[in-house]
């Protein structure tokens, strides 16, 4: 009997001993052992690198992983491609007893609804900016979604983007669980912060760089001896955000003779085009436009197939290298949709560019609240498909739910899009463009468009308003765009958004593991940085990227949008510097402590600078946790539709527009007519 137990024990230290030696041979961390990239971001999980702008790069093991039901791990090739994290990075781990709303109010950390708590002094969870030491405004919240307490993940998130290039520091400190009993840390944290000797020679080799994360803290007055975990990330450079797309642009538009794309005159020449049908509408059919036209533009492809197609993506010298080949290879024939309206024919109407919604196309133009914002304000509006996002993709997409390996594809593809759409806008005010054809002119030859000035303007909704900031950052011949029920951040976005539900089945179904869909939302993110917003954020106004003017941003958001989170929104005001009107909802209106924490406010009007303006038509407040808001009508619609929004939209889309107050100097209210 006594061999026998000898041997069990003997068994089971081999087994204790093997774990943390398969976790790091995988390339996992052991200080959060739930999930292997856990805690997430993290510089454990990059090397250094002297040819970044960062000093390192991303080294994810494909064994560390998610896998998907057949057990095939996510490719991190195009991930490690990046030299740090997103600057909106999701950040995450697992702490077992703070799994539950009660343990997390218990904990007293920082919430959605009181931001400001970030810098209370013995707030449990911090983030500090290694460079400065000073603290980043953030909020934490627990996972709502698993159904079992051992997947639920404590979730940080910063309520204005890191910086470029930036390394930030996590603390957690003093956390509680549901009864108020102090957790304590693991012993493989236990081993750093306490100094423990270990013969481990990957631990002792770590205890350099976690000594300057806990001098990092003690310089922030955060002393060693309070934490549960810490760890350091570095944000993504510049370089590494935005490259890709400044480099395909300023080759685009040197091939049409223009390299100074800052100086908001569009020389060289017009893109070539084609018209392929136009349609003269009686007033009957409709009482705003006058001609529908449709056609297509011409673009240099930058991606590996002819013709950019859905599945297609930027090709790269070998598998570490973080530049694609800027080299075109073939044209796009790019659609494009324009409604003239009938104020047109009387004097030329300004250009607009129109982003469309979530996985549509350009025919949403024929929106009755476009066609108004035309007639009304004089506008010409023209799309093309948000490629990458639009209703073409949708097969692609579903395909790549089930295996995320290629999901990168869908940025590479969004940043042909927005070429698409900044070369469609080219053609808009060039005199060589669409207004020497027939299809722009009057009877008597006259333009319909107002060309020159030479000024673009842009309008769109939704995911035109998430794709429009990032379009917004790069565009060279306009400063000014209206970002309709914005956001930005699709880890963030996705579980906050009844247009999830569809996808999230396919995806869920994929990858079953609750644990880890936080991660993977993350993971996706570190990509579609490149293609909307949440990468470009930090210079699309006061801060342009090389080559680019500024821009001022008019956000409108509708309270309580079921589609496109508040949250998100207010995050992207803060990071570009937008301020709002000095009531911005009514009292008890919204769930948070201050209402737009952290956003200024607009003491004087006409206001010249970028804003964020809430549109309120009685929906119920969103829930506070990270699932969709259900209750009552979806407002998403509902800005858009106001007369009063469009006027606001139209004194801002001007040479020299500024923010009006449209709402009587009090919170502005809508309803859709």
């Not at 538009?253 to 100074?260: K, S």
């Not at 893109?271 to 056609?295: K, N, S, Y």
Request: hydrophobic share 40%; with cysteine; glycine share 8%.
């Amino acid at each position: 009997m006594r061999v026998i137990t000898l041997s069990f024990l003997a068994v089971a230290a081999l087994v204790l001993a093997a774990a943390p030696a398969d976790a790091a041979s995988r390339g996992c961390d052991p200080l959060d052992p739930s999930v292997c990239l856990y805690p997430w971001p993290n510089d454990h999980f990059t090397k250094r690198d002297k040819g970044t702008p960062t000093g390192r790069r991303v080294a994810i093991r494909r064994s560390a992983m998610p896998r998907n039901t057949k057990g095939v791990p996510i490719d991190p090739t195009e991930i490690n491609r990046n030299d740090g994290f997103s600057p909106g990075n999701a950040i995450i781990t697992r702490v077992p007893g703070l799994d539950s709303q009660a343990a997390f109010e218990r904990t007293g950390a920082v919430p959605i609804t009181d931001i400001g708590r970030y810098a209370d002094r013995r707030q449990p969870i911090v983030v500090i900016d290694a460079a400065t030491g000073e603290r980043q405004p953030i909020w934490a919240e627990v996972d709502a979604n698993p159904r079992n307490r051992r997947d639920v993940t404590l979730i940080v998130r910063p309520a204005r983007n890191l910086l470029d290039g930036h390394r930030y520091v996590v603390a957690l400190r003093h956390l509680k669980d549901a009864r108020g009993r102090t957790l304590k840390a693991r012993r493989a944290f236990r081993v750093y912060r306490d100094r423990l000797p270990s013969r481990s020679r990957a631990v002792n080799a770590r205890r350099p760089r976690m000594e300057r994360i806990f001098r990092d803290l003690r310089r922030a007055g955060i002393p060693r001896r309070s934490l549960y975990l810490a760890w350091d990330f570095t944000v993504g450079s510049e370089q590494s955000l935005t490259g890709r797309m400044l480099a395909m642009r300023d080759d685009a538009f040197a091939r049409l003779g223009d390299t100074d794309l800052a100086d908001l005159r569009p020389e060289g020449r017009s893109p070539a085009f084609a018209i392929d049908e136009v349609r003269d509408l009686p007033v009957e059919e409709d009482p705003d436009i006058a001609r529908q036209v449709a056609g297509r533009v011409i673009v240099p492809c930058y991606l590996d197939r002819p013709g950019c197609p859905p599945g297609s993506g930027f090709a790269y010298e070998s598998p570490r290298s973080t530049t694609p080949i800027i080299r075109a290879t073939s044209t796009i024939e790019a659609e494009f949709v324009c409604n003239i309206p009938r104020v047109a024919f009387e004097r030329p109407a300004r250009p607009g560019l129109y982003g469309h919604g979530l996985l549509g196309s350009p025919t949403e133009i024929d929106q009755v609240q476009l066609k108004r914002l035309s007639q009304e304000h004089g506008f010409v509006f023209c799309a093309t498909p948000w490629k990458g996002m639009a209703n073409e993709d949708i097969p692609h997409i579903a395909g790549l739910l089930q295996d995320l390996s290629r999901f990168s594809t869908v940025p590479d593809r969004m940043q042909q899009g927005m070429l698409d759409a900044l070369y469609l806008g080219r053609t808009m005010i060039r005199p060589d463009g669409l207004v020497a054809h027939p299809a722009f002119q009057t009877a008597d030859g006259r333009p319909v468009i107002d060309v020159p000035p030479g000024r673009l303007y842009f309008d769109g909704n939704s995911q035109g308003g998430i794709v429009g900031g990032a379009l917004a950052a790069v565009a060279p011949d306009y400063d000014r765009a209206v970002l309709g029920v914005p956001g930005m951040n699709f880890s963030t976005l996705l579980r906050r958004s009844v247009d999830f539900n569809t996808y999230a089945q396919i995806l869920y179904q994929a990858y079953p593991n609750e644990l880890e869909r936080p991660l993977i939302l993350s993971l996706l993110q570190q990509l579609w940085d490149r293609g909307e917003a949440d990468g470009y954020a930090n210079h699309m106004t006061t801060d342009p990227l090389p080559n680019t003017p500024q821009h001022r941003i008019l956000m409108q958001v509708a309270l309580g949008d079921h589609q496109v989170a508040n949250v998100a929104a207010d995050v992207e005001a803060r990071t570009i510097g937008a301020a709002t009107n000095a009531t911005p909802v009514a009292a008890g209106r919204f769930p948070d402590a201050e209402p737009l924490w952290g956003i200024p406010r607009i003491t004087a009007y006409p206001y010249d600078g970028s804003a964020i303006v809430y549109f309120d038509s009685g929906t119920p407040t969103p829930p506070t946790a990270n699932v969709p808001p259900t209750a009552g009508q979806d407002p998403h619609e509902t800005p858009r539709n106001d007369a009063a929004a469009r006027q606001q939209k139209s004194a801002f889309l001007q040479i020299g527009g500024q923010v009006i107050d449209v709402c009587g100097g009090g919170p502005c209210t809508a309803v859709d007519p």
